[in-house]
């Protein structure tokens, strides 16, 4: 993924409100990186122009490859069924449907054969919830739901995962559960993750910070290494949490 | 398909509201199901009077009668024609007449009415008025000089049973011709416009009061009204060259015009009541749809398309319209066979009989049962939800998931 001077304004009511002012920023294949940056910085819709949930106003983007704002609603809606899964902060899972079912029904859309549901299966055993899958959404807990949607969210092996504020509905041991089990998905599949977060816990996961500030990129720092448990400078938390 | 299951859940969702929208669905399809039995039955009760009214399902007339309606016109060939008809199968009785236009008279009163010859042991099948003989009897065969008369003609001659009759026609010469007749029978139908029309003597009596020779008219009554046009095709291959095979609808057309006009008034107004079905379901679609903002934003964001978002609303509409109809045939295969078999009676509303244009018709109308109800009632039900869902679909499909997502949020 590749930004150049991205923008994004809204119309509100007469005014224009610049969300984006000149994104630049460059992700990887197989990274995982976390937006972070004060409320109103930006980062969900940033989040929703890499998604190809938006186009941006100016500046050039290229999602895989793709240039977003040359792209049609539906070349756009595509290319997310296709190459983006998506996790977010409310669980928005399918209330009428199990958990398995949820997850095959993303599969069902792409197109994918007859093993949906072996593969709905597999994935949802991944995640720790093998013995779960028949169960109604309303029937899970916060943390076990968080876990279907991220499921479903990669069940078709996409290329990117966006998440905008995952834990934000969960308590902090589930939402240390979901953070290991996003990155042993990076891990084992490659999967590029990119999520926003206010939450330090969270943060702390990440192998690369991308803080936004007033819809510019204020600050782009890599954890070192990868430890999973990397501890951030003391600093960083604290602007961080602001 | 997980899509299908998530539509029947969908459906089951709101209990309430579905079993709401599929009643609805129901009584409309109902109310347009009796009413489209109750058009049918028409076609039945039109053929019903005119078998019974002397039109017949089918006639053999003269060349140049279906315009001018001219009494005095004769067959080609009436023996030809009749044989023709008898071969027919599917044909329950036939017979042949003559008319002629006739003054009676009774001392100084004098009545012109138009009077018919008649095969007498044949046409009380075809002429039910006839079967009901007031007074008196009706002809015989070897009748000659008989008459018998409608209880309006006989009122207004002052004319009782065996009174003596003049009848005075003009000659295929223009000559004033007469014969002397006896009152053996006076018919009352309950109507006096109909009456008017029932004035016979047997066939040979009128060829030789005219000077016409032979018979005007072929008349065919058949077993099963449905085969009219069938039997008008191959007759019409078999009579005599001159001579011309009518129906019932081009006999009667003015008949044939008000049943029209009454079955588009019906459907008008079945259409009507399904409109606001529709609206109804509409309605009730669009809050479901509304409710479902945030699914629909999400499903979006996952790249369902318009196409397929609408397919799924589609197949909600469809369940709805399963329901309804499953409801609406349950209730209405017992509601129309009753119509079938009983009939409606509607001689309450029009104070006994009711004639139109000389033709008698029974009060009762039979509903038609068959299983076109299934297929009307699946068509209506099916047609009017899949319509209704369009603009909830449609509103569904346009959703924008990232203004959705947000404004949920
Ligand atoms: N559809 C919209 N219409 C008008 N203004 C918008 C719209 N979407 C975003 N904005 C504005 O753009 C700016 C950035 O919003 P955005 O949601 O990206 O911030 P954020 O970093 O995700 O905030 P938070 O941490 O609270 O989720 C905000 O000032 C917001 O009010
Ligand atoms: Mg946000």
């Known amino acids: 993924m590749r930004a150049r001077g991205v923008t994004k304004t809204f119309a509100s009511g007469r005014q224009e409100v610049w969300a984006l002012r000149g994104v630049d920023l460059d992700v990887r294949a197989g990274e995982f990186l976390a937006l972070v940056g004060p409320s109103g910085s930006g980062k969900t819709t940033l989040l929703n122009l890499i998604g190809a949930l938006d186009v941006p106003t100016a500046g050039e983007l290229l999602v895989l490859g793709r240039p977003i704002a040359a792209l049609s609603k539906h070349e756009r809606a595509h290319l997310r069924l296709q190459s983006l899964g998506f996790v977010f902060q409310a669980y928005n899972l399918v209330p009428v449907l199990t958990a398995r079912e949820n997850v095959e029904f993303v599969l069902e859309l792409q197109g994918a054969g007859l093993d949906r549901r072996a593969r709905a299966q597999e994935v949802l055993a991944e995640l720790g919830l093998a013995d779960l899958t028949d169960r109604r959404i309303n029937e899970l807990s916060g943390g076990q739901q968080q876990r279907v949607a991220v499921a479903r969210a990669v069940a078709a092996r996409p290329a990117i995962v966006l998440a905008d504020e995952p834990t934000a509905n969960l308590d902090g041991e589930n939402a240390e559960t979901l953070m290991h089990l996003m990155r042993d998905l990076r891990d084992r599949h490659g999967m590029t993750f990119i999520f926003s977060t206010h939450d330090p816990r969270v943060v702390a996961h990440a192998v690369r910070i991308v803080t936004l500030v007033d819809g510019r990129v204020a600050r782009d720092e890599r954890t070192g290494g990868e430890p999973p448990h990397t501890i951030l400078p003391a600093a960083t938390v604290q602007a961080v949490g602001a | ?409």
């Not at chain 2, 009897?137 to 018998?148: C, E, Q, S």
């Open chain 2, 1 to 409: 398909m997980v899509s299908t299951r998530y539509a029947a859940r969908s459906v089951g969702r709101n209990l309430r509201r579905t079993v709401l929208s599929i009643v609805g669905v129901a009584i409309g399809c109902l109310l347009a199901l009796f009413m489209e039995s109750l058009n049918r039955g028409r076609g039945e009760l039109f053929a019903r009077a005119g078998s019974a009214s002397g039109l017949g399902h089918v006639r053999v007339v003269p060349a140049g009668w279906r315009g001018r309606r001219d009494p005095r016109l004769r067959l080609a060939d009436w023996r030809a024609d009749l044989a023709a008809a008898q071969a027919m199968s599917g044909v329950a009785s036939v017979t042949a007449r003559a008319r002629a236009q006739v003054l009676l008279a009774v001392g100084t009163h004098v009545v012109p009415v138009e009077l018919t010859g008649v095969q007498p042991d044949i046409e009380p099948r075809t002429f039910r008025y006839v079967q009901t003989i007031g007074r008196g009897r009706y002809l015989r065969a070897d009748d000659g000089g008989a008459l018998v008369a409608g209880r309006a003609i006989a009122d207004r001659l002052s004319a009782d049973l065996d009174d003596e009759i003049v009848a005075t026609t003009v000659g295929p010469g223009g000559e004033i011709q007469s014969a002397l007749f006896r009152l053996v029978g006076i018919v009352s139908t309950g109507s006096d416009d109909t009456d008017l029309a029932v004035c016979q003597v047997v066939l040979e009596d009128l060829q030789r009061l005219t000077g016409f020779a032979g018979a005007g008219e072929v008349s065919i009554v058949l077993n099963d009204y449905r085969e009219i046009d069938r039997v008008r095709a191959r007759l019409a291959g078999s009579v005599a060259a001159a001579d011309e095979v009518m129906t019932l609808s081009e006999l009667a057309p003015d008949i044939e015009g008000h049943f029209k006009q009454d079955a588009a008034m019906t459907r008008f107004v079945s259409g009507i009541i399904l409109l606001i079905v529709l609206l109804g379901v509409a309605s009730a679609q669009l809050a479901a749809v509304l409710e479902r903002r945030r699914e629909f934003a999400v499903l979006a964001a996952l790249g369902m398309n318009g196409p397929r978002m609408v397919w799924l609303i589609v197949q909600e509409a469809l369940m709805l319209g399963g329901g309804g109809a499953v409801l609406a045939v349950a209730a209405g295969v017992p509601l129309v066979w009753k119509l079938a078999r009983s009939g409606l009676d509607f001689s309450r509303y029009l104070g006994g009989t009711y004639a139109f244009q000389g033709v008698l018709f029974d009060p009762v109308i039979y509903g038609d049962f068959g299983w076109w109800i299934v297929v009307y009632v699946s068509a209506v039900a099916m047609g009017a939800t899949i319509l209704a869902s369009l603009y909830p679909a449609w509103y569904a499909a346009r959703t924008d998931p990232a203004v959705a997502l947000r404004v949920a949020q």
